[in-house]
Every structure is written in structure tokens, then in C-alpha cells.
């Protein structure tokens, strides 16, 4: 079979389990922003009860294998009565995961905040909620997006680990195509190219077009 007949014949799945590796990495990704806000403002919170909780998750998560979580997630908590579908499963361990690291970008960001902008919001007697979203975020944000840039790429490239509990992704689609056919090189060469592709030209010009927006927002260019 030459090249052209082998990927004519398999290009379609492979393009079927990149399709669920995107919707992976997209839901992963939403859960993995929402935990990092919450959990870094949680650790920047005087309540000890609050902080405490934001620590003992992010050493935790932070602190154990992303595929030791994906397998407990799947399959030790059904064992206490809490059963996830596969696909919910790969992409909640990955937000779960990655939302630790996240919460110290979070946290690194506020921090680099300069102190005189905290000064010059309390001074117009802004609120401390109003103070936090109008003028330190946007500018914690624009601090954090190039860690975040690579933290999106680490996120799709986790993705991969949810074949393992049979979630028909890119890396799955690819395993069973070696299966049948033997042809490491062409299938896992296609599935290494699909990754770079959606790394190098979707995903990090994306979290450049962001930097470059909030930038100019912010009128630092």
C-alpha cells in the first residue's frame, strides 16, 4: 500500500480523534482558567481556612502525576459512588492538573502588579471586588499570558494521556490504526505532525494575538 493509499484510507479517523483531542483540550482548558482564578485568589486570601484549602489542592494536584489522577478520577472514584463518562473523565483530570499549575501563575501575576496601582484604587475608594477586576487583573493578566501560552501547549500535549482510558482522541485513533497495520512510522509520524500543526500554528498564535491585545488595552504598545 503506498503512502497516499494508507493515509486515504486512515485519514479519517485520524481526523475523527483529532476532533475529540480539540474538544479535550477546549473543556480542559475552560476548567483549567476557572480553577486557576479561583484557586490563586484563594491563596491570596488572609481567611486561613481559605488559603489553606487552595494550598492542600495545588500541592496535591500539583504534586502527583496527571495520569495517576486521570486513573483515579476514572477508576478508584466510581469505588465511593462517583462515576464520570470517559470522555468527562480525561478532560477534568486535565483542568484538575493544569488548574494547580495555573493557580501560581495567578497568584505571580497579582503579585508583579506594581504596589502603587493597589495604592491608587484604594485612594478613589474603589471597592476590594471592584478593585480586583477593573484594574488589577487586566493587568496580572497581561503579566501572565506568556507562562499561560505554554501552559495551553502542556494542556494539549496531556491530552494524549486520555487514550489510556479509551477515549477515542488523536492518540487512540492512532494506536489502533498501528494495531492493524504495523505502519509506526507513517501513523505515529501523521499524529505527531497533527500535534506540532495545533501547537505551533492555531494554539500559539492565538496566545500571541492575545498578549499583543491586552498590551495594547492596557497602552503598553
Known amino acids: 500500500m503506498s503512502h497516499i493509499e494508507f493515509y486515504g484510507q486512515y485519514w479519517p ?7 475529540i483531542t480539540i474538544a479535550q483540550f477546549l473543556l480542559g482548558a475552560v476548567l483549567t ?18 488559603k489553606g484549602s487552595s494550598v492542600v489542592y495545588i500541592e496535591v494536584f500539583r504534586g502527583t502525576s496527571l495520569l495517576v489522577q486521570l486513573y483515579w478520577i476514572f477508576f478508584v472514584l466510581p469505588l465511593f459512588g462517583l462515576t464520570l463518562e470517559k470522555f468527562t473523565a480525561g478532560w477534568v483530570a486535565i483542568g484538575l492538573n493544569a488548574g494547580a499549575y495555573g493557580a501560581e501563575l ?27 477586576w477593573r484594574i488589577i487583573l487586566p493587568q496580572a493578566l497581561a ?16 491530552t494524549a494521556l486520555v487514550s489510556l482510558i479509551a477515549v477515542t482522541d488523536l492518540m487512540f485513533q ?21 500535534y506540532y500543526v495545533l501547537a505551533r500554528f492555531l494554539l ?16 503598553r504598545t
Open 13 to 19: 479517523l485520524l481526523m475523527s480523534g483529532t476532533g
Open 204 to 219: 500559539t498564535p492565538f496566545m500571541r494575538w492575545l498578549e499583543g491585545f491586552m498590551a495594547r488595552k492596557l497602552g
Open 143 to 158: 503579566n501572565m499570558l506568556p507562562a499561560w501560552g505554554n501552559l495551553m501547549i502542556e494542556i494539549l500535549k496531556g
Open 106 to 132: 495567578v497568584r505571580g501575576g497579582i503579585m508583579a502588579v506594581p504596589k502603587g496601582q493597589w495604592e491608587a484604587a484604594t485612594a478613589i475608594n474603589m471597592s476590594r471586588a471592584r478593585r480586583m
Open 33 to 50: 482558567v476557572s480553577l486557576a482564578l479561583l484557586a490563586g485568589l484563594m491563596k491570596m486570601s488572609s481567611n486561613r481556612l481559605i
Open 174 to 194: 492512532a494506536k489502533q490504526i498501528n494495531a492493524s497495520t504495523y505502519q509506526s512510522a507513517q501513523i505515529f509520524g501523521a499524529a505527531l505532525a497533527i
